[in-house]
């Protein structure tokens, strides 16, 4: 499995952006696909994730009512809207997927700047 990650970018606070994920290989073993996030000095953090088949979706507390995880089947896509952005939110964002029990799968960081 391969992820390609893009959409980040420089927002003001209050601002939105869009980041999308594409999956490419053997996406028939993913069961979920997800953004994590590590800002500078910290620990990676789980954002959000959504069950690959476009069920239920999950969000950390931090971003619940301001973030949406949405996949598009048609592209293989799982795209991450973000808005009413904090400076808080600034981090490098990286797409996961999921293979049950232990195979995760990343993509490389797409950086978001929020400034105040």
């Known amino acids: 499995v391969q992820l390609q990650a893009s959409g980040g970018g420089l927002v003001q606070t209050g601002g939105s952006l869009r980041l999308s994920c594409a999956a490419s290989g053997d996406i028939d073993i993913i069961k979920d696909m997800g953004w994590f996030r590590q800002a500078p000095g910290k620990q990676r953090e789980f954002v959000a994730s959504?069950?690959?088949?476009?069920?239920?979706?999950n969000y950390a507390d931090s971003v619940k009512g301001r973030f949406t995880i949405f996949r598009d089947a048609a592209k293989n896509t799982v795209n991450l809207q973000m808005n009413s952005l904090k400076p808080e939110d600034t981090a490098d964002y990286y797409c996961?997927?999921?293979?049950?029990?232990?195979?995760?799968?990343w993509g490389k960081g797409t950086l978001v700047t929020v400034s105040s």
């Open positions: 959504i069950e690959y088949s476009g069920g239920s979706t």
């Open positions: 996961n997927a999921h293979d049950p029990p232990w195979m995760d799968y």
